[in-house]
């Protein structure tokens, strides 16, 4: 069953942000993952989780979960957490589809 990844984004440092964009994707290729989707949040309808603010999402696609786990915890994506953290506060999350 193929997976989407979703991040909810909150950019902090758009230095950080563009050195870890620049990174990210070839990490998620050498997983089987794509990036299908980025933009921008032009409006939030509702909040009914009391959702931290977010400007920007990401989707990304996997053939499997086991894929999208793989690459979440591989030692390549874990290489670019600490550039990460300082461009941004994600939530990251895996749909069935």
């Given at each position: 069953?193929?997976?989407?990844?979703i991040g909810l984004i909150e950019l902090t440092n758009s230095a950080a942000f563009e050195q870890?964009?620049?990174?990210?994707?070839?990490?998620?290729?050498?997983?089987?993952?794509?990036?299908?989707?980025?933009?921008?949040?032009?409006?939030?309808?509702?909040?009914?989780?009391?959702?931290?603010?977010?400007?920007?999402?990401?989707?990304?696609?996997?053939?499997?979960?086991?894929?999208?786990?793989?690459?979440?915890?591989?030692?390549?994506?874990?290489?670019?957490?600490?550039?990460?953290?300082?461009?941004m506060n994600l939530t990251l999350f895996g749909v069935a589809i």
């Amino acid at each position: 069953m193929a997976i989407k990844v979703i991040g909810l984004i909150e950019l902090t440092n758009s230095a950080a942000f563009e050195q870890y964009r620049s990174q990210v994707g070839q990490t998620v290729a050498q997983y089987k993952g794509s990036i299908e989707h980025r933009g921008v949040i032009t409006e939030v309808f509702w909040n009914e989780l009391a959702c931290k603010p977010f400007s920007a999402f990401v989707e990304l696609h996997f053939p499997s979960k086991e894929d999208a786990r793989a690459w979440a915890h591989s030692p390549e994506y874990q290489s670019l957490v600490a550039i990460r953290n300082q461009a941004m506060n994600l939530t990251l999350f895996g749909v069935a589809i």
